[in-house]
């Protein structure tokens, strides 16, 4: 991964903030930020970058392609490196975790159900609310102490 080259091959330079903040999305176990998330780490690093800076350099990636920006219901926008590779996701209703998934099946339903409809899908987006294995977990716990 050269991050100066990704940046000159999207047409941007490589300004001390885009480098950092790309290389975060490629260092971090997280795979969806929030700018205030990317703002959090850039100001434990002593980095002197403000949040209007960060949210204006991921537009910039994900206008550019790098990145690419989801509205999931918790409000914020989030953003994840573009793969090339589509997947859906599901997402915490009370923790906000959001995890990844692909399914054949659920691909080949919906391409077959907007052309039943006649439509011509151009692209799509899926993604499930509920708990997470440990909120779930965490809520049932509660009930029973109860």
Same mark, same amino acid.
């Given at each position: 991964?050269?991050?100066?080259?990704?940046?000159?091959?999207?047409?941007?330079?490589?300004?001390?903030?885009?480098?950092?903040?790309?290389?975060?999305?490629?260092?971090?176990?997280?795979?969806?930020?929030?700018?205030?998330?990317?703002?959090?780490?850039?100001?434990?690093?002593?980095?002197?970058?403000?949040?209007?800076?960060?949210?204006?350099?991921?537009?910039?990636?994900?206008?550019?392609?790098?990145?690419?920006?989801?509205?999931?219901?918790?409000?914020?926008?989030? *953003?994840? !490196?573009?793969?090339?590779?589509?997947?859906?996701?599901?997402? %915490?209703?009370? $923790? &906000?975790?959001?995890?990844?998934?692909?399914?054949?099946?659920?691909?080949?339903?919906?391409?077959?159900?907007?052309?039943?409809?006649? *439509?011509? !899908?151009?692209?799509?987006?899926?993604?499930?609310?509920?708990? %997470?294995?440990? $909120? &779930?977990?965490?809520?049932?716990?509660?009930?029973?102490?109860?």
């Amino acid at each position: 991964m050269d991050i100066p080259s990704e940046l000159h091959n999207s047409g941007l330079k490589a300004t001390l903030p885009r480098l950092r903040i790309l290389q975060i999305f490629h260092d971090v176990e997280i795979k969806h930020l929030s700018a205030e998330a990317i703002y959090r780490i850039l100001l434990n690093e002593k980095i002197d970058v403000g949040l209007a800076t960060v949210y204006r350099v991921l537009m910039q990636f994900a206008q550019a392609g790098l990145l690419v920006r989801h509205h999931f219901e918790s409000g914020a926008a989030l *953003f994840e !490196l573009n793969s090339g590779r589509h997947h859906d996701h599901l997402v %915490c209703t009370i $923790c &906000g975790k959001v995890e990844e998934f692909v399914d054949d099946e659920i691909e080949h339903r919906q391409k077959q159900i907007a052309k039943d409809m006649g *439509f011509v !899908l151009q692209e799509h987006s899926m993604s499930l609310y509920g708990a %997470c294995s440990q $909120c &779930g977990q965490s809520r049932l716990d509660a009930l029973r102490r109860r």
